[in-house]
């Protein structure tokens, strides 16, 4: 529908140009607080999200089979009681094939405006899709509200700006001419093309589902690609909200809904291999675990893949200026999100001999009390801590404390321990403090792998230097996602820019007084694809460029 | 050196502007007339290839442990004598990292300019590199200078005025600032700096060796990756000529020429899979059968890969208001560059019952002996035979022939049969005549397969409806870079449009008074990358945006 285009047409324009200079910018309101949307719209989708509760969820797909749904709400540790279609997945691509034709031949503008209106309303259903990714991935409210929430609505604004233009930068037609030797003139009329490449398979990870869930989906949208969504096991319900408003945008528009769907499973009968295998399937976006990506970019060389997975984000800390408030926003990395997030750190490297804080020698036991202390800071308050950490997405994580807590005595020490956190409101949820580790990099076998929780290691190397080359080392060999150095020598700052972008890895310097995990849609360029913690940018030109293909027809004029 | 971006500058632009727009343009000259370029120029530029007969041909180039060379001019028949250095690809490499850094960290305009001198550079030596092609691809002069010179360099510099574009969209640096709680605003400078993904090698084939070497060459060169070629053992001369010229730029620049190498082999000893798995390896560009191409797409997993192969190109006729003009044209593809072109027809699509021309009915035989007498009208000057046709690449084209003879003998009949012309001024050439079969579509084994040098199908099908089935479907299970349809009948010519395009292929309708082969740099899209004839397009932006990728480096102001 061009009237959707025309609705949303400003906020694609700008939403280019933030793309262009990079500057902050937000579509989407960040903060869910009542100052802002009243008292009524916030409760109203938590009201919308309870009635969801111990139900089948109404999504009418064809090929349904059956119904699954294992939800398990970190914060009651109760079952959510949700149910979702089982699908035949040979039944749902064949509707997806009848789906398919007139989304294809639909206009640039008129494919854009669908999507810029999908997620228009996803950030009217931010309330509701709030409470449900609390109550799946375990994240805050006020995370789930923003981090899941706004901040991945831009990414998929941003995915659409890139789209956009790629598309716009084939014309539709062309009159050519030339002359060849004597035959007179050469007149053509050429149309050109876009091509979808065909259905567009997303994979959602169990923490944070939408974060590159609304990327994905829109990149291949926009261009022309049925979308199936594979949701994590524990984490459906946020996935299916988005599907539903999805099916209802395409719908109002006059095409199938059936052009986006969604495709449940359960951890004992996992449905991701027939779609990854199906051979309709060209387009795989994947978040996930590094194995089964890298799994994924070597197998499925019938389809575009675009991987993120995870390494082992660094912290390189060589001086400060200001050791409060560096400790303070290392220690934020460390608690958020239970440090569950793909920009979490997890390493932290440290001079055996110390660093120079604001001209005072602090020793390496120093600085980790410090860092100790800080992560104590942001615990103290019970209500705070609830918002910054969270809660567990599984039991899993519980054992990967448990190992790293075994590795860390024997081969290291505990610096701090992680335990069960009271979190306000949920009694029984599942949360743990982070777990802090000391090792030495003899121990870079236990340390250069992703432990998946709020798990941190602070490392202690022979010099800033030696610190430096094991971090940048490992985000070459291991990848990362995010890295930070702080240092005031200017030299020293210069050579470890230049050291973890040349291991293909992004860099931030000396930030404090922000959430160091931040990743700014339209101004960061997220995952570099040149290390093993993924293959693709999102968003960048090339994350859009190949979901679509170029056909032409080229007539002679009489 | 800025001063080759400024002095080419107005050419970038030109091609830019030419890409958005897709007309017909030409940055150089395709005529080698004298009346052009006076008498002396192509003199010297035959005298120049004259002197490189029977010699070492002077690249100094690192890991030197030996000379090879075996090419044997198809027109002559006698060696060239001209020999390369075969390298050890190990030495290779290590000297091309040595060479990486100073061109990764030069300036997108210093590295575009550097791309466009290289091009205007190569535009003066297409003299002496068409006599190359002459006697090493068997191309005649005119194709040499034409299609393999001027059309292909348009395609190089298509290839950067994309690859420009796409490394422009990145913005060097930006400022950040924004709000988080009560912190106070956090201000963040930001840089991001293009990285190159690594070695690029270039492919190239034996018939058209530069066809897809320049824009391979530029896409790669341009986005910062170094290139090395692996030439055909019959077809090294030309590309050779181009490196000469890359490493010489280069040079004047202030950059290490290894940044632009050759590894030249032989058929008994190939260098390709020492350079397809070397790991650092990052890019291939690969021209060649279709066989090798798709084991690259499949094996070659940690490299980008952008292939053109060959499919079945073809024809059908459903109806035309004008049989000569159709049917020199479709000759014309039959006998140009001894059909052993990317876009040469190989299968024509006909009705049992024959079509209807300018009103008349014209019965299949008819028309196939329209179309024979059309191929003889094209021979019957050998002068222009020989511009024409050229000569065979390779003896091999001989048992193609042989072999397709056989077949056609067997399981339909031979309208028309192969046999060496006389070419001018060569007694020795390697040449053949169109070899010309009828079957039915009963014999779809026989012609769904490229079948490579001057062998054409005309089959027969039920109807039209059944000849547009059978080629389209074609198209999509076996690849097509051409198609073509001739009809007066719009509903049929906008299904056959149709058809065409969702089976992944470009198509031209009537064309006729201009070689239907020809393929416009900035207004074709060519090969769609829909259908196995090859995965990508030269060039689009795809082609170009996932040649490098973006690292960032974000630094918090105090």
């Given at each position: ?128 899709n709030a409470h449900a990714t609390m109550h799946t991935a375990g994240q805050s409210y006020i995370m789930a509200f923003a ?192 440090a569950q997030m793909c920009t979490s750190v997890q390493n932290i490297h440290i001079p055996a001999n110390g660093i120079v ?202």
């Open positions: 529908m061009q009237h959707f285009f025309e609705k949303h047409e400003a906020t694609l324009n700008k939403a280019i140009d933030a793309c262009k200079k990079r500057y902050a910018w937000t579509a989407y309101v960040e903060s869910p607080s009542s100052k802002i949307h009243g008292k009524d719209i916030p409760a109203a989708g938590k009201h919308t999200f309870e009635q969801l509760l111990g139900k089948d969820y109404d999504l009418q797909q064809p090929g349904e089979i059956g119904r699954v749904g294992e939800e398990i709400s970190p914060y009651t540790r109760q079952p959510l009681g949700v149910s979702y279609p089982k699908v035949d997945v040979e039944q749902l691509y064949s509707a997806i094939g009848v789906a398919m034709p007139s989304w294809r031949d639909a206009s640039v503008e008129t494919r854009t405006g669908v999507c810029l209106e999908i997620l228009d309303r996803c950030s009217q259903q931010l309330f509701e981090g899941s929430g706004a901040n991945a609505l831009d990414r998929g604004l941003e995915a659409l700006a890139y789209a956009y233009q790629a598309m716009k930068d084939v014309p539709q037609s062309a009159e050519w001419e030339r002359a060849f030797g004597g035959d007179g003139n050469a007149k053509l009329t050429k149309h050109y093309k876009l091509m979808p490449r065909g259905v567009s398979v997303a994979i959602c990870c169990a923490t944070f589902p939408l974060w590159n869930g609304y990327p994905a989906l829109i990149a291949s949208l926009a261009t022309g690609n049925p979308v199936v969504f594979k949701p994590h096991p524990n984490t459906v319900l946020p996935v299916a909200l988005a599907v539903s408003i999805c099916r209802e945008v395409l719908s109002e528009a006059g095409f199938d809904p059936n052009l986006v769907t969604m495709v449940a499973d359960t951890r004992d009968e996992p449905a991701t291999m027939a779609l990854l295998e199906h051979p309709s399937t060209a387009i795989i976006d994947f978040t996930g675990s590094p194995r089964f990506g890298q799994w994924i970019e070597s197998h499925c060389r019938k389809a575009q893949v675009y991987t993120e997975t995870a390494g082992c984000n660094s912290v390189v800390i060589e001086s400060t200026d200001n050791l409060p408030a560096m400790c303070k926003a290392i220690a934020h990395s460390l608690c958020q999100a239970s804080a604001a001209g005072e020698q602090v020793s390496f036991d120093q600085l980790a009390d410090a860092l100790v202390h800080a992560v104590d800071q942001h615990l103290a308050d019970p209500k705070m801590a609830t918002f910054l950490c969270g809660t567990l997405v599984s039991d899993d994580i519980y054992q990967n404390i448990d190992r790293a807590r075994e590795a860390g005595k024997v081969r290291g020490k505990i610096l701090r321990d992680s335990a069960p956190y009271n979190a306000e409101d949920y009694p029984d949820a599942r949360t743990a403090t982070p777990l802090m580790l000391e090792v030495t990099q003899a121990e870079s076998d236990l340390y250069r792998a992703e432990h998946f929780g709020p798990i941190s290691f602070l490392i202690k190397g022979d010099s800033a230097e030696h610190c430096l080359h094991a971090a940048t080392t490992d985000a070459r060999e291991c990848g990362a996602i995010t890295s930070h150095v702080y240092s005031v020598n200017e030299q020293f700052l210069d050579a470890a820019q230049d050291a973890y972008n040349l291991a293909g890895a992004s860099v931030a310097c000396n930030l404090m007084g922000m959430p160091i995990n931040f990743a700014a849609a339209y101004s960061d360029y997220h995952v570099t694809g040149l290390n093993p913690a993924g293959n693709a940018c999102l968003a960048d030109l090339a994350f859009v460029a190949n979901r679509f293909r170029i056909v032409q027809r080229k007539v002679m004029c009489s």
